[in-house]
Every structure is written in C-alpha cells, then in structure tokens.
C-alpha cells in the first residue's frame, strides 16, 4: 500500500474500514471514497441498512403475565431470604 | 411485605433516564438513550433500593417495553422474550441496592438485561461464551471483503423481511452491537460501557455487523436475480 490514503486501492481502503471507523474517522470524507464511486456506493448501502433497520422492530410491551410473574418470584425471594420474617 | 402494585398502578409516563418515552419507536425517542434523570425518577430509583415494592413496580412500567423489545430482538422469540425479561427483573431486584449511580440506570440495566440475554445465547449452545467473545466474533463470520461491483448495491431499497432474516442470522455478538446501537438507539459510550469494551471497538464492531447484513442481503438480490 501506498502512503497516499487518496491512492489507496478499493481493496486497501475496505480492509481498513472496521479500524477507521473505531478510531472515530468519517469515512465519507475519506481521500479514497470521495474519488471513488464504488467506494461511495458500498457506504450508500451501509446507511441504506441503517435507516431500514429504524423501521423494523416496533417496540412492544411485554404481557402482564410477566409483572405477575416477577411478583411471584419477588415474593419467593423475600421468603427465603435470610432475615425474612 | 407490602403488596406491590400491578404495572397497570404504576405512573408509566414518567420518565426514567430513557425509559418508557424512548421507547416509542420514533426517531427523536431512539435518540434518548440515557438522559439524565429528573428528580422524581431519582427519588423513585432510591425508594426501590431500599426495598420499596411500590417503587419496584414503576421501575419496571417504566423500563419494560425497552427490556422486553431489547430480548425479544436478541432472540426473536416471545415466549422466550417473556422468560428472559423476567430473570432481568429478578436479577435487578436482586441487585438493584448495589447500583451506585457510575452509569445512567437504564445503561446499567440494559448490562444487566444483556448478560441475561448472553447466558441464554450460552445455553443454547451458540458460539457466544462471553462479552469478550460476542466482541471478538469468529474471524469466519465476519463479513467478507468483497469489492462491491455498482450493480450490486443496494440501490437505497431494502426489503424489510430480507433485512430482518438477515439480522437474525447475524453471529450474536454482531447482532447485539447492531441492535442496541442501531435499533435501540444506544450511543458506543454506552454500549462501551455495558460491554466493557472500548468506544473504538464499538464503532468497529457495528461497521463490520452492518458489512455483514450487506454481504447477506446482496447475496439475498443474487439469489432472486438468477433465471
């Protein structure tokens, strides 16, 4: 690889990703991406995944059944507890 | 012991440093995480550590939703969701005085739900032994490197069964950076803290989880392209 991050080639840049990333680089404004179209195209895709994954997943409750569940248990606890009375 | 109320008694409203409200689903809700708690959310965690069932209980109408949705999505199954949001409870209540206030609670909390969660995943004989594993996943399944030619992309449309058997067949260590910081809506600092991991290896890891799901969803478009 050459020093040059602008010269880097697709592979080159891709293997360095996970690293760049975790050193809190933007790849987007990466010298390699911003003349590289296929480069551009695979973070396209990441962010593509990102906003599809925001609308999968609805946040639910869980049924009573669990609290009552938990309070059961709870109750159990506390009878066998040490200093229970 | 007193009795405690049902959930349905509990003020389910009041927010909890990212509990009920941040768990609606909405953009601004993801964004939530971990705000700082009000005073009343404060005065209600205290009285919960000091054994107060009534307080208990609306910690958990507080926190219930983002627990559940966090272990029904690590395990895509509800009966099981159900069993592992309840030892989250019970294990909270069991340890809930030792909470010292290092983190935000809801960050400790999800620590808490998340080891649940990877005991489960252990039991079940997957390859997840520890957190320091689910963060140093299999060099073999980790996403390959492959140099994406244009018409393979994604092309910004992404079918939301494909994406979420994809992020079902995710190893679980991807899976739950993926879902706790893309789904959930957690920052790395966060995830950092209830992984014991660092801010880096967050970012990292979630980079390569999200290669992974586009690995698998181009080779989803493969599959249906082929006459």
Redesign the interface.
């Known amino acids: 690889m050459n020093g040059d991050p602008s010269k880097m080639s697709?592979?080159e840049f891709?293997?360095q990703?996970?690293?760049l990333?975790?050193?809190?680089e933007d790849l987007s404004a990466h010298p390699h991406v911003e003349g590289c179209?296929?480069c551009r195209?695979?973070l396209?895709?990441?962010t593509?995944?990102?906003e599809?994954?925001?609308?999968?997943?609805?946040?639910?409750?869980?049924?009573?059944?669990?609290?009552?569940?938990?309070?059961s248990?709870?109750?159990r606890?506390?009878k066998t507890a040490p200093n229970a009375g | 012991?007193a009795d405690?109320p049902?959930?349905?008694q509990a003020p389910p409203r009041t927010r909890a440093d990212g509990g009920e409200e941040a768990?609606?689903?909405t953009?601004t809700a993801?964004s939530t995480a971990a705000q700082p708690p009000s005073a009343a959310d404060a005065e209600v965690l205290a009285r919960a550590q000091a054994g107060d069932?009534q307080a208990?209980?609306q910690l958990?109408a507080l926190h219930?939703?983002?627990i559940?949705?966090l272990c029904?999505?690590m395990v895509g199954n509800v009966a099981e969701?159900?069993d592992l949001?309840?030892e989250a409870?019970?294990q909270l209540?069991?340890k809930i005085a030792t909470f010292r206030g290092d983190s935000a609670f809801s960050t400790w909390l999800h620590r808490l739900a998340v080891n649940v969660v990877l005991m489960q995943l252990r039991k079940k004989g997957l390859s997840l032994i520890s957190l320091d594993e689910a963060m140093e996943p299999n060099p073999e399944e980790g996403p390959s490197?492959s140099?994406?030619?244009?018409d393979l992309?994604?092309a910004?449309?992404?079918d939301?069964l494909a994406?979420?058997r994809a992020?079902a067949d995710l190893p679980a260590g991807y899976r739950l950076i993926?879902v706790l910081h893309?789904?959930e809506g957690f920052e790395h600092n966060e995830i950092a803290s209830m992984l014991d991991c660092s801010i880096?290896?967050s970012?990292?890891?979630?980079?390569?989880a999200?290669?992974k799901?586009?690995d698998a969803?181009r080779a989803q478009n493969r599959q249906e392209a082929r006459p």
């Open positions: 697709c592979a891709q293997a990703m996970a690293e990333v975790g050193s809190g179209e296929r195209a695979l396209a895709d990441l593509t995944i990102v599809a994954a925001r609308q999968l997943f609805p946040s639910v409750e869980p049924p009573d059944e669990v609290w009552e569940h938990i309070e248990a709870i109750k606890d506390d | 012991m405690a049902t959930p349905t768990a609606q689903g953009p993801r069932h208990f209980a958990y219930k939703r983002r559940y949705s029904l999505r969701a159900e949001t309840q409870f019970l209540h069991r490197r140099f994406g030619a244009p992309t994604l910004g449309t992404i939301r994406l979420e992020i993926f893309d789904v880096g290896n970012k990292s890891q979630l980079h390569k999200r290669l799901l586009r969803l």
